[in-house]
């Protein structure tokens, strides 16, 4: 079997024995990158929870791993690379759009480099199975300058984990781990291993120059990444990630070049066809490359998402052919594939309309909305479950962009509008949401406050329910749901300088709700509404954890 710590990738002189044969297991993806942190002695792993990664730390905190959710990505990362930097093996776990919350620290620590090691797993989701956009986070890699890996199925989600410290600790620097909702989520058999190589103990050593990013010494430490990168493209060349699969002789009619999950479509779709299987989608390992498009008359790039594989093979003069663009949107399949082999470019059959989701009934967020929808309220949303306001009944939602954009957005709105539209103008974020990346919005409406001034509703359910009701530092838990010290979100909204705080309950407050937001809405003054109830999905496990909470 396929695996990293036996088959001599040339990195570390040392051998990995495999454990008992009982230990091969049915694993998702997110269990066996979990699985693989815990063999490899990762020291800590940090994140926020966000489909389809939020399973990773989970796992790991539960097989006994240090892991802990941050207030958001950016936090997380920054949080792991410290870790790093004293030595460390540290893994930062999100979804793809997180990444976009932790670009600023992941650029520079390209730079910075590590010195034990630290691996950042994206978890991207075509076809936009729970997500804002379908972004496509093969390009971070490109821009940052950072190695990827990019694992088919679970037994590979485990090796490319070892695989990736052991790159981020040869070369000092980060890795990228890109998975896909397909493979988090789906269950293959996966052989855990020994580790014979312990983890360094943690130690920090002074390297002010490698670690302080002034511009004289940022100008060296790009020049120390291009260098490692040059070297990590040539030692791609021989590894063992990229892998060539034959079943014809060299000279056949078709070779496919493919990567992740398009790997398992490819090779089913086309099981005649040579395939080259790149684990390593960054840097390219071109001479590769080119010695296998040489070998066959046709060669064809299968990948899902944009056409990072074909463009950038294209680049560097090796002719293939690419997919055409009405494959680029969704996820693949072995149907799709076989599609595109067929060079078909009729109108795809559109998949049944399931029942469309919607809130939970009892859910103490719908209350809310449908005392929005009857006041007319322009509503400025959020990232979270509550989202689902815009949909029927309710439809009382204008706006969702990002995690922390409804405060800024609505900010923006009230500016602008006219003095009887802006007073209608309403913010509606959640609870996680508001500690992920509301907090400067709110400085922000204290800072610049619109002439009519603003209403800001925060739905407090004590958890992050989209993702599965995961704690944050508002609900007063750890991740392993232990006790935590609490965030009080009044508290943190009056220190900011909002002078209208209120806190309500939806339910045995019910006929306050209306009056408090009519009111809101017409003082023109700055307005925090505080709409707590828990959960009902969460609200068991918290009275476990919390006693005397209801």
């Known amino acids: 079997m396929f695996g990293i710590w036996d088959l001599g990738f040339g990195i570390f002189p040392v051998t990995f024995s495999s454990m008992s044969e009982p230990d091969r297991k049915l694993l998702s993806g997110n269990e066996a990158i979990a699985c693989a942190a815990l063999d490899a002695?990762?020291?800590?792993?940090?994140?926020?929870?966000?489909?389809?990664?939020?399973e990773i730390l989970e796992v790991f905190s539960s097989l006994g791993g240090y892991a802990q959710w941050s207030p958001n990505e950016k936090v997380a990362l920054e949080v792991a690379l410290g870790a790093a930097f004293a030595g460390a093996r540290a893994v930062a776990t999100m979804k793809h759009v997180g990444l976009n919350v932790a670009a600023d620290p992941l650029f520079t620590a390209?730079?910075?480099?590590?010195?034990?090691?630290?691996?950042?797993?994206?978890?991207?989701?075509?076809?936009?199975?729970?997500?804002?956009?379908?972004?496509?986070?093969?390009?971070?890699?490109?821009?940052?300058?950072?190695?990827?890996?990019?694992?088919?199925?679970?037994?590979?989600?485990?090796?490319?984990?070892?695989?990736?410290?052991e790159i981020s600790e040869r070369w000092s620097i980060p890795v990228l781990l890109r998975v896909t909702t397909r493979v988090c989520h789906s269950k293959t058999i996966v052989q855990r291993r020994t580790l014979n190589r312990p983890a360094a103990a943690p130690h920090y050593e002074r390297d002010v120059q490698g670690r302080v990013m002034i511009p004289t010494y940022a100008r060296l430490a790009h020049r120390r990444l291009r260098a490692k990168?040059?070297?990590?493209?040539?030692?791609?060349?021989?590894?063992?990630?990229?892998?060539?699969?034959?079943?014809?002789?060299?000279?056949?009619?078709?070779?496919?070049?493919?990567?992740?999950?398009?790997?398992?479509?490819?090779?089913?779709?086309?099981?005649?066809?040579?395939?080259?299987?790149?684990?390593?989608?960054?840097?390219?390992?071109?001479?590769?490359?080119?010695?296998?498009?040489?070998?066959?008359?046709?060669?064809?790039?299968?990948?899902?998402?944009?056409?990072?594989l074909a463009e950038s093979i294209r680049a560097a003069g090796i002719a293939v052919d690419a997919q055409p663009e009405m494959y680029r949107f969704g996820e693949l399949s072995v149907e799709r594939v076989a599609r595109i082999l067929a060079n078909d470019r009729s109108a795809e059959p559109q998949p049944a309309k399931g029942k469309p989701p919607q809130l939970c009934v009892g859910c103490p967020h719908r209350l809310t909305f449908e005392t929005l929808r009857d006041l007319g309220c322009v509503v400025a949303g959020d990232i979270g479950c509550y989202t689902l306001g815009v949909l029927p009944p309710f439809e009382a939602m204008d706006t969702c962009v990002c995690m922390g954009a409804s405060i800024s957005v609505g900010l923006g709105l009230r500016h602008v509008l006219g003095e009887e539209q802006a007073r209608r103008v309403v913010s509606v974020i959640g609870d996680s949401t508001f500690?992920?990346?509301?907090?400067?919005?709110?400085?922000?409406?204290?800072?610049?406050?619109?002439?009519?001034?603003?209403?800001?509703?925060?739905?407090?359910?004590?958890?992050?329910?989209?993702?599965?009701?995961?704690?944050?530092?508002?609900?007063?838990?750890?991740?392993?749901?232990?006790?935590?010290a609490q965030l009080s979100i009044e508290a943190l909204a009056k220190a900011v300088g909002v002078p209208c705080v209120a806190v309500i309950d939806p339910i045995s407050q019910r006929d306050r709700l209306r009056g408090l937001l009519e009111e809101s809405l017409a003082n023109g003054r700055l307005n925090v509404i505080i709409i707590r109830r828990p959960c009902p999905l969460a609200a068991k496990r918290i009275r476990q954890v919390q006693p005397g909470q209801s």
């Open 41 to 54: 002695g990762v020291a800590l792993g940090a994140g926020y929870p966000g489909t389809p990664s939020t």
């Open 110 to 165: 390209a730079y910075t480099g590590v010195t034990g090691a630290l691996v950042v797993v994206s978890a991207d989701d075509p076809g936009l199975a729970s997500s804002q956009n379908e972004q496509d986070n093969r390009r971070y890699a490109v821009a940052a300058g950072l190695p990827m890996l990019e694992p088919a199925d679970s037994q590979e989600a485990y090796d490319f984990t070892a695989a990736a410290i």
């Open 229 to 308: 990168l040059a070297a990590i493209a040539q030692w791609s060349e021989t590894a063992e990630l990229n892998k060539v699969y034959s079943p014809g002789s060299p000279g056949g009619e078709l070779g496919i070049i493919t990567s992740g999950i398009s790997t398992m479509h490819a090779r089913e779709a086309a099981p005649a066809a040579a395939v080259l299987k790149l684990g390593m989608t960054y840097p390219l390992a071109v001479g590769k490359i080119a010695r296998f498009a040489r070998s066959v008359k046709r060669c064809l790039v299968i990948e899902e998402g944009d056409p990072y």
């Open 435 to 484: 500690v992920h990346s509301g907090i400067t919005g709110l400085v922000e409406m204290v800072y610049n406050p619109p002439a009519t001034g603003h209403v800001v509703i925060i739905l407090d359910n004590g958890t992050t329910a989209m993702t599965g009701l995961q704690e944050h530092p508002a609900t007063g838990r750890r991740l392993d749901h232990g006790p935590a």
